[in-house]
């Protein structure tokens, strides 16, 4: 159909979208940046920036942030990447292997935060599993705030488990859209699994990992609920000391200056990831 026909209806159905976007998303986001440049009083500062700045728990929570998604991104990618050739291999059950994939998604991110800690806590099912088999004489405490590394692990861990699927629906969508005559013309040319996933998947795969690499990452500096249930206070995170100041210290124009830092952060990764990982398909090699 021509273009010139369709007027006005594209624009038309796209403005409850737009719509959506500017109510639920760029407003509160122009009202956050205002907040965070303002002082308890309503005038106009950078008090509070300069408050988030010399907190003592900000540098912590910044490094943790950023430590668990230069951790998490890689094992979830690869992980996810494993998961969706097994469900587009078309092997026996490859649906039920979808299926069971994505159970994680139906959990929430704080059930998942009490369910890695019901594993990891020291009367938890870890230490009783490795006690009734006879490797453990007494139970190790996994959770010890005094190793946050061990912490940090099993924040990892609950982290990859629950949103791998996120990550591996994306991709096996791109998978199905690379046509079957590209695998087919690889098999006949001799190629190995290794090289049609490095020389023919990768490649034609560019626009699906660039979106879910920008999805997690988003998504990582969001991270809350999951480092509540297995840290406490024993480990923070840059949304837990945005919540930390709204809460508990009640002072909502440095909590906003943490939320406008995390928004800054993933536009800046945003952007990274548009640069390293272009949408534009490859020619197959």
Known sequence: MNAHRLGWAPYLLLLPSLAFLAIFFAAPMVQAFGLALQNGDGAWS??????????????????????????????QFTLAMSMALIVNAKLKASGLW??????PLGISELSAGIIWF?????????????????????????????????????????????????????????????????LEAADVLGATGWQKVRRVILPLLRPSIQVALILRTILAFQVFATV??????????????????????????????????ILLLSVVSTLLFLWLVPARQDRVT
């Open 118 to 182: 019901a594993i990891f806590t020291e009367r938890g099912w870890l230490n009783s599993v490795l006690e009734q088999i006879g490797i453990l004489d007494r139970p190790i405490i996994y959770l010890n705030y005094q190793e946050p590394l061990w912490i940090i692990g099993a924040i990892v861990l609950a982290e990859a488990w629950r949103a791998t699927s996120i990550i591996m629906i994306i991709l096996v969508a791109g998978l199905q859209s690379i046509p079957r005559d590209y």
């Open 228 to 261: 509540i249930a297995l840290a406490g206070r024993g480990l923070t995170t840059l949304s837990a000391e945005s919540y930390r100041w709204y809460g508990d210290l009640r002072e909502p124009n440095v909590a906003a200056a943490y939320a406008s830092l």
């Open 98 to 103: 979808l299926y069971v994939f994505a159970v």
């Open 46 to 75: 950078l008090d509070s920036v300069r408050t988030m700045l010399d907190d003592s728990e900000f540098w912590e929570a910044l490094r943790t942030t950023l430590l668990l998604i230069v951790l998490v991104i890689p094992i």
